[in-house]
């Protein structure tokens, strides 16, 4: 079911195990997790990586107004992508999804090789502090 908002953001059009169409906010979504990292990597600055940042999270905000934004987050967490994957993990554990994002960030934080893994670590260890009375 497709969704439109006032400012032009749309839901998922279907996902199902055999498609993995996304949707043009969706798509916006992947697009913003990925050029988040490529500013920082390639010296454009936070300031410019923070422009992405933000527009990603424009679009959980207009997920959440129509009760998507857990739905088409969670089908974000199995993207091919890490940048991706932690993008998403990120937001759903914002919301509390403790359940779906944990896991996710725990195995991104194990990987030796992976630019996500210091920041999956830190966020962790963030979370853990504040939620451990």
Not at 70 to 80: G, Q
Request: some cysteine; proline content about 3%.
């Amino acid at each position: 079911m497709k969704v439109e908002r006032a400012a032009g953001l749309e839901c998922w059009t279907t996902m199902s195990s055999s498609s993995n169409s996304l949707s043009p906010a969706a798509s916006s979504f992947v697009e913003a997790a990925r050029e988040f990292w490529h500013a920082l990597n390639d010296g454009r600055g936070s300031k410019v990586a923070n422009t992405f940042s933000a527009k990603a999270e424009r679009i959980v905000e207009e997920w959440k107004l129509d009760g998507s934004a857990t739905d088409n987050l969670e089908a974000l967490l199995s993207h091919t992508d890490s940048t991706v994957q932690y993008a998403a993990a990120a937001e759903l554990l914002k919301s509390g999804e403790t359940r779906l994002s944990l896991p996710v960030l725990e195995n991104l934080s194990k990987d030796p090789a992976g630019l996500i893994a210091p920041t999956a670590k830190l966020l962790l260890m963030t979370h853990k502090r504040v939620h451990v009375s």
